[in-house]
């Protein structure tokens, strides 16, 4: 039965909200659903792949060279925060990098995300001076 097929996927698809969604009879990433200057978020990353193949940023370069550049990226990051400065082009900057090394290590975004959530998902802790410290279980 047709009906029970469909209720059947969008049951799948609800089981695993964090990343999929349900849309018009058909389950979908959350990536295909935002849309970035017209451009769904899996065209953008796709388009950020094709620069670093283009500009030989895989094959050229090794994860320590890359994360060396997240961290130079992490202190633009820090410097602008700190001088009350705008931080979107220095994230930008920052996930540009991070999907380099995902993609030299065939991970998704989704999946990184995914196994990041399930470590966080049930933390407990508190916020002291504005920084949440999670419980420790001895």
Not at 62 to 81: F, N, P, R
Not at 103 to 127: F, P, S, V, W
Request: aromatic fraction near 6%; charged fraction near 30%.
């Amino acid at each position: 039965d047709l009906h029970l097929s469909i209720r059947r996927q969008r049951q799948m698809c609800i089981r695993d909200r964090l990343l999929l969604l349900w849309n018009r009879q058909r389950c979908v990433t959350v990536l295909d659903c935002f849309s970035v200057g017209g451009m769904v978020m899996n065209e953008l990353i796709e388009k950020v792949n094709m620069w670093f193949e283009d500009r030989n940023l895989i094959a050229g370069s090794t994860d320590k060279d890359q994360i060396l550049k997240l961290v130079q990226e992490l202190g633009e990051l820090s410097d602008h925060a700190c001088k009350g400065e705008n931080i979107k082009d220095d994230l930008g900057d920052m996930l540009v990098v991070m999907l380099n090394i995902m993609k030299r290590n065939d991970y998704t975004i989704e999946e990184c995300l995914q196994i990041a959530y399930n470590d966080i998902k049930d933390r407990k802790g508190k916020m002291i001076d504005g920084i949440f410290v999670k419980e420790v279980n001895e």
